[in-house]
């Protein structure tokens, strides 16, 4: 009998939850050399992570780092890596990101955030 008022609540609490609240991810993948994808659009509040590759996988140590963003944003830039590394950030603010690898000048990429 006190299984009814659970499955009632659990019901509740998945019908309150809408897609918009839902989280939004983007992975980016790193390589020798490049983001892949080099180009990307997104909604608002999206989650972006650059991934590297895996040990076995391994090339040079690369970066992310914000050259470019809409005004308001606050600068961010991970830490070099070659593998087994990830880095994240929720993207809120609507316009044109470019991210750059310090290390490497022609590895870049862009970010389009849209409402």
Do not use: N
């Not at 809409?70 to 603010?93: M, T």
């Amino acid at each position: 009998m006190s299984r009814g008022p659970l499955v009632v609540l659990t019901g509740v609490a998945l019908l309150g939850a809408t897609p918009a609240q839902a989280a939004r991810h983007k992975t980016i993948h790193i390589g020798d050399y490049y983001f892949t994808p080099a180009a990307v659009k997104v909604k608002r509040g999206t989650i972006v992570t650059w991934k590297w590759p895996g040990f076995d996988m391994a090339g040079d140590v690369h970066d992310v780092k914000l050259k470019s963003a809409p005004k308001g944003v606050k600068k961010f830039h991970s830490e070099p890596a070659a593998s087994d590394y990830s880095f994240k950030r929720r993207l809120k603010v609507v316009g044109k990101y470019t991210i750059v690898c310090t290390l490497h000048e022609d590895m870049r990429m862009t970010i389009r955030v849209r409402r």
